[in-house]
């Protein structure tokens, strides 16, 4: 209970110091000098991606695996059944040229021009994250005794506000730039969009939407046990559904599509949302749809061995025990993405027939390096039915 009490006082002391400092930069500074500093913080992260470009060290796809990442992550991604694929994923290691810090995201596109969306925001979050995260940190460093257990829980709440902060400023920024994108026409298109930055030992998570991030641990007895590090924001939660009613959209489920909860409109019949928070979809923003992020925190242990990233076009036919054990058993990190990928495809046309094939894309974060990782995964008991 003390150790309880002192985090919270913690948190709100560091929150106080920062709000307190961002609010005496910003009316210290004035527009030109923002601008000029904009303008050098943007040319230095455009500089680190090239150079992390030139040493393969970015991933992006649809459509393509991938073994690049040395180990670090494994991507795939496959067009479904409904035309152009419109997921997106990025992997970015040695993120800002860091080489405790790892960049996963991935990024689901929807509507008339989604895949178009989805591209364009899953090429701008990683930079203007890394920016936004560089300024925010030159303004609140973190100045702490590392050696003291409560200094060490003081420092994981700081840099889980600086995160958090920084992620609620760099989704803020791209909604607005998409909403007044002279080529991308994000009025009735969106995308979701799921990050993950690993800095050393700890992990921020960040979920606009309905993609899934699972984390597979081994668990007391050795099983691999699968941990949900998100929530699927749907329209139907209620912390999600008291916001769109609040802003007169509607939640209810069309006769054609039982039990799949949209967000509509007051007076129209379309376009309705499976999702309550998305990027574009700027036709709805007015009615409850959200583009803020859900941002939590994990510090990772030595039992934590790898998380997967994925869209629903996984979720909606494959567990997450059953998605922890299909990773687990590839015959290699490289391959592992598109074994789970290729699982829900087959899983699609089983459970759900008569149905298109949704695209499905999928990113394995391993923790461990590949030797260490592997020893301990082939090991580990699979406490359910093999598939």
């Known amino acids: 209970m003390a150790t309880s009490k002192l985090l919270y006082f913690s948190i709100s002391w560091t929150m106080v110091q920062f709000s307190s400092l961002f609010e005496g930069l910003s009316k210290s500074v004035s527009s030109k000098a923002r601008n000029t500093k904009n303008d050098k913080g943007r040319g230095a992260v455009e500089s680190l991606e090239d150079e992390a470009r030139k040493n393969h060290l970015i991933l992006r796809c649809p459509g393509v695996t991938t073994a690049r990442s040395n180990g670090t992550a494994s991507v795939f991604s496959k067009k479904g059944e409904k035309g152009i694929n419109q997921d997106c994923l990025s992997v970015w290691k040695e993120f800002g040229c860091q080489q405790d810090m790892t960049f996963c995201g991935i990024f689901d596109g929807h509507g008339p021009v989604g895949h178009f969306v989805s591209k364009y925001v899953s090429k701008l979050l990683p930079s203007l994250l890394l920016r936004n995260w560089q300024e925010i940190l030159a303004v609140h460093p973190l100045e702490l005794d590392l050696d003291a257990e409560l200094n060490q829980l003081t420092k994981d709440a700081q840099e889980f506000h600086i995160w958090k902060q920084t992620y609620l400023r760099t989704c ?33 998570v960040a979920n606009v939407g ?11 007895n050795g099983n691999l046990v699968s941990v949900q590090l998100t929530t699927d924001l749907k329209p139907n939660l209620p912390q999600e559904e008291e916001r769109i009613v609040l802003s007169r959209g509607r939640v209810f489920c069309s006769h054609d599509e039982p039990g799949v909860f949209r967000l509509w409109q007051p007076n129209k019949a379309a376009p309705g949302l499976s999702l309550s928070r998305a990027f574009g979809d700027h036709c709805m923003k007015d009615f409850g749809l959200i583009s803020e992020p859900q941002v939590t925190q994990r510090r990772l242990t030595n039992g934590d061995q790898f998380a997967i990233l994925a869209t629903d076009g996984v979720w909606d036919v494959i567990s997450n025990e059953e998605a922890v054990q299909i990773v687990s058993s590839a015959p290699t990190r490289e391959k592992s993405a598109k074994r789970l990928v290729k699982y829900a495809s087959h899983a699609w046309k089983s459970k759900r027939p008569g149905i298109a094939v949704d695209d499905i894309s999928a990113i394995c974060m391993y923790f461990h390096s590949s030797s260490t990782s592997h020893d301990v995964v082939s090991s580990a008991k699979i406490g359910h039915k093999k598939l």
Do not use: W, Y
């Open 210 to 220: 309905d993609s899934r991030a699972v984390l597979a641990k081994t668990g007391e």
């Open 172 to 204: 803020s920024v791209i909604d607005q730039q998409l909403k007044c994108h002279p080529r991308v026409d994000s009025f009735d298109s969106g995308t979701t969009a799921l990050a993950i930055v690993r800095q050393g030992e700890l992990l921020t």
